[in-house]
């Protein structure tokens, strides 16, 4: 990219992705990351979490790409170091089908340490590229069942009127129960998004 006379570079989008690579689905390349993050020896409870990815009319986004990284059911994150975690990597990704859908299949993280050592109530994080963003967009998922969501310090510090934006609704269906996020980029019931 050429750098202009003023010495500000011009801005580029995130998007559209070429998605070889990037997701495992479709290509005869062995995957080294998936949708699917539970492990046969992941501890913790497993689940599902799936949703939609919309745009401020409730239309889908049909080429978004969704990021988790999260704890195991301890609140241990799988490192380099130890690898604690058996097999579980705690990351996974996903493209969203033709209407915006993407889903997960994982384990429900422990609570973590917050950056001045309080415990955060168990949340996975969550990374949103696609076509027309400048940067990705970094959120949370909470769990509506979880009672440490009352004192979080971060999601504390989230309007009370916002704060459901972050919270996954459990439902019981089939094997595991199931968490329904929507990603909403824009508009009224935005999803709340973070600096990272």
Known sequence: MTERPDGITPSQTVGPFFAYALTPEGYATPAIFSNDLATEDSVGERIRIEGYVIDGDGEPIVDAMVELWQPDGRGRFATASE?????????????????????????????VAGPDGARQAPHIAVTIFARGLLRQLVTRIYFADEAANAVDPILSLVPAERRATLIAERRERGAAPVYTFNIRLQGEGETVFFEA
């Open 83 to 111: 690898r604690a975690n058996g097999a579980f990597s705690g990351f996974g990704r996903t493209q969203v089908d033709s209407n915006g859908f993407f889903a997960f299949a994982t384990v429900k993280p422990g609570a």
